[in-house]
């Protein structure tokens, strides 16, 4: 089966090419450096030819509502006409557990491009997961500090490699609509998860732990991010992936 993914240079992205290869797919990647553009639409419909469904996995990094809104939407308004223009029957999105109901910036263009897609009568499948492994590092960044500031934040993350499987396996059947959760093993606290990445790859710097004000920091504590009951859960708990990382040489920073 052809399957493209849109934002298959990025961290989920690569392990989804890399499971539908590993499956006997065909996966196209679309990213800029691959000359494709979800929000120009440019190069789309050409790579699209064939294909039997499309995984967005692109992302913006912004704490602006406004930024995340145009972003999630153009991109996935311009994909899904694409789709429609190259014959593609199933449209699968990665969105975040608590994406419709935690009042982030970041998460209002999340909830947007899952009404856009729910809304497309194109066939859609949405899968929510919780923060990947690497969420860690991306908050450390590539600069050392002295002081790491890191939200009180209940999370239950999970291996972006499994998140990768999970995609490939619903691109690759019948759309299943809103799928169940997908979250890590364990629920763990994310300043506890920094300063272990912090640790564990020889970084520097003390970690303070900052509630956030108002509904925003509520929903990051009272477990609105959490996997709900019937979720599906990974596998690879944080310390096995945070190992894995050290014993290879290369941390995963963002
Ligand atoms: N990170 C998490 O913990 C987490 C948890 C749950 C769900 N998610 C969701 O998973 C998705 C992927 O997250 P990620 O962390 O893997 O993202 P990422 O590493 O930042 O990768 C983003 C991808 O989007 C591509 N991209 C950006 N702008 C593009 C454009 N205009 N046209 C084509 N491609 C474009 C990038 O490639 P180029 O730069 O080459 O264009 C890259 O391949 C996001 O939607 C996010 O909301 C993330």
Redesign the pocket.
């Known amino acids: 089966m052809r399957v493209a993914v849109?934002?298959?240079?990025?961290?989920?992205?690569?392990h989804t090419v890399a499971a539908l290869r590993t499956a006997g797919h065909e996966a196209v990647?679309?990213?800029?450096?691959?000359g494709?553009?979800?929000?120009?639409g440019s190069g789309l419909v050409v790579a699209l030819a064939g294909c039997a469904a499309v995984v967005?996995?692109?992302?913006?990094?912004t704490t602006s509502g406004r930024v995340s809104r145009e972003?999630?939407g153009t991109?996935t308004r311009t994909l899904l006409s694409a789709e429609r223009e190259a014959d593609v029957p199933h449209h699968v999105?990665?969105?975040?557990?608590g994406?419709t109901e935690a009042p982030s910036a970041?998460y209002a263009?999340?909830a947007l491009?899952e009404r856009l897609v729910r809304e497309s009568g194109t066939g859609w499948s949405i899968l929510?997961?919780?923060?990947?492994h690497?969420?860690a590092a991306?908050l450390v960044g590539d600069r050392e500090k002295r002081l790491h500031l890191v939200p009180v934040m209940r999370s239950q993350?999970?291996a972006?490699a499994e998140?990768g499987e999970a995609l490939a396996a619903v691109a690759t059947g019948a759309p299943r609509g809103l799928d169940r959760d997908l979250g890590g093993p364990q629920v763990e606290e994310m300043p506890d998860l920094v300063r272990r990445y912090l640790a564990a790859t020889g970084r520097r710097g003390r970690v303070l732990a900052v509630p956030l004000p108002g509904r925003w920091g509520r929903a990051l504590r009272d477990g609105t991010i959490l996997a709900g009951p019937d979720a599906q859960l990974g596998e690879q708990t944080y310390a096995e992936w945070l190992t894995a990382q050290v014993v290879r040489g290369a941390p995963t920073g963002?």
Do not use: H, N
């Open positions: 849109a934002g298959g240079t990025g961290v989920v992205g690569r990647v679309l990213s800029r450096s691959t494709a553009d979800v929000l120009t967005d996995v692109t992302s913006v990094q972003f999630f991109a999105v990665l969105s975040i557990v994406a970041y263009g999340k491009q929510r997961a919780t923060q990947f690497e969420f991306q993350p999970v972006a998140v963002p």
